[in-house]
């Protein structure tokens, strides 16, 4: 015979149930899923064995923290340890769990068979369900309360996880970054179709959309356009020829007359896609600084804008670190691997490494061997960017490198160095580079400590602290050798 028993973990602490007639539990789903919501039927089901609270908020959340990542807390292994009966021959044990995670950890554990599948997701949802009638003194409301509690905790708890990863940021940058590249293409086609009408010979003398936005705020009407603002002209177009070009242009131009409002509109939207190309830049400068903080040997390796899209493609830097480096070649190329696939035909060769230099350099027939080596570099570089406590640049410089010997090698037939040589000089290199930000930490906080001990006494002098100390601790003596000095006269005299 076995016995079922059910664990239960809720935000007031866990809790083990009893399943009778775990057999025909089994064979009767459907009856099961039909009894969930009536407490009478279900009480003749599952009956409570222990119930173990939670001491503190602080006990709650860490343990439900190691219960959602699979991990056995000691409070879980000592409670499941007293309250289950130990199995034999005659008598098994199986325990209900809801997270297949947790319920490996536990056998591992404690040598408790496991189950999740069959009646009991339906039978915890019964306990779910009716947990508040099952467990003697709560109430819906006090269940509420400590779920909320819990469930403010727990969240923040996440999010301060994902500050202190802060790869969220590059991935809504990356994002917004495409946008806006779209977006200012689009804007400036809009501005030259409306502008050309004014001024058609402008497009073919400027053909930079942010550098014409700029020209043709500076010009507005053509007719009004004169030597005086040649200089202007240059610093915009950076050519003294062009400049003159486009004086000369605009005298003998077969553009029609404007209205003053049509020129003010079109003055205001050049205005605003400069902005927008301005704060394009601001963007990419913001993200580089991002990327050299959360993943320097990634962005050193293929740049900063390929390695956020494969960031952001990969949902986090941790998603992107367990991902092998076959995955990561053809990452982004989803719909053609599936096509491929479908028909049978040849499946790709890279997705989103693609846009990286080094395939752009390599020959035709070494194309799909760059990308399968450089998919492995960046599966190296992104899972030392996740794991490792102090971030550097040196593993990045070093696998670029690789990367470069490699191309040389297809070109020219040279050789490169071992990939474990490689390593080692860049573990040597990086255990340096540590030590001397260490160095330089330990320099700035005695700094620190100085100017603070320096604006503590002058605090103190100004609020009139020290000094009324001193002159205190000084006088008393001062006075006291007087009075020796003239006792010492009038006994001579």
């Not at 949802?125 to 009638?133: A, K, Q, V």
């Not at 050193?300 to 995955?327: E, F, M, W």
Request: charged content about 30%; aromatic content about 8%.
């Amino acid at each position: 015979m076995s016995k079922l028993f059910v664990l239960f973990e809720h935000a007031a602490g866990y809790a083990i149930f009893s399943v009778t007639e775990f057999e025909e539990v089994g064979m009767l789903l459907p009856q099961v899923e039909a009894s969930v919501t009536d407490l009478s039927r279900f009480h003749s089901v599952v009956k409570l064995v222990a119930f173990s609270p939670f001491k503190t908020a602080l006990a709650a959340l860490e343990n439900i923290n190691s219960v959602s990542e699979g991990i056995v807390p000691e409070d879980l292994q000592l409670f499941i340890d007293s309250c289950l009966p130990k199995s034999g021959k005659k008598n098994k044990i199986v325990l209900g769990v809801a997270d297949p995670k947790l319920g490996a950890s536990i056998t591992e554990a404690l040598d408790i068979k496991c189950d999740h599948i069959g009646a009991i997701p339906e039978i915890i949802r019964g306990i779910r369900f009716h947990f508040h009638d099952l467990v003697k003194g709560f109430t819906a409301k006090s269940s509420g309360i400590a779920q909320l509690g819990l469930g403010h905790s727990y969240s923040r708890a996440k999010v301060k996880f994902n500050v202190n990863r802060v790869d969220n940021m590059i991935i809504q940058s990356i994002a917004l970054l495409d946008q806006l590249d779209k977006d200012v293409n689009t804007f400036s086609m809009r501005i030259r179709e409306w502008y050309s009408y004014h001024f058609p010979e402008l497009v073919k003398i400027v053909p930079e959309n942010y550098m014409y936005a700029k020209v043709a705020k500076l010009i507005k009407n053509r007719k009004e356009l004169t030597n005086e603002k040649l200089e202007a002209l240059e610093e915009i177009v950076m050519d003294s020829a062009k400049a003159q070009a486009i004086i000369d242009a605009s005298k003998s131009s077969m553009g029609m007359d404007i209205s003053p409002v049509d020129l003010l509109n079109i003055e205001m939207f050049a205005a605003r896609v400069i902005a927008l190309a301005d704060y394009r830049k601001q963007l990419a400068e913001y993200l580089s600084s991002k990327m050299a903080g959360v993943a320097p040997n990634l962005a050193t390796l293929i740049g900063d804008q390929v390695g956020a899209r494969l960031i952001a493609h990969a949902g986090s830097l941790t998603n992107l670190a367990k991902y092998p480096a076959s995955t990561v070649q053809i990452l982004g190329a989803e719909k053609a691997l599936f096509r491929a696939l479908k028909t049978r035909g040849n499946t790709p060769k890279y997705g989103l490494l693609f846009h990286s230099t080094f395939i752009g350099r390599a020959g035709t027939k070494n194309k799909g061997r760059i990308s399968r080596y450089l998919a492995n570099k960046c599966s190296i570089a992104s899972r030392i960017d996740c794991f490792t406590d102090t971030p550097t640049k040196v593993f990045g410089e070093k696998l670029r490198q690789q990367v470069e010997d490699r191309l040389k090698f297809y070109e020219t037939g040279e050789v490169p160095k071992k990939n474990i040589d490689v390593m080692k000089e860049a573990l040597e290199e990086a255990a340096q580079v540590i030590a001397s930000m260490e160095q330089e930490s330990s320099k700035k906080k005695k700094k620190k400590d100085k100017k603070r001990k320096s604006e503590i006494l002058e605090n103190g002098k100004e609020n009139g602290f020290v000094e009324n100390g001193v002159q205190e601790e000084t006088e008393e003596p001062v006075k006291k050798k007087k009075k020796k000095k003239s006792k010492s006269i009038n006994e001579n005299e």
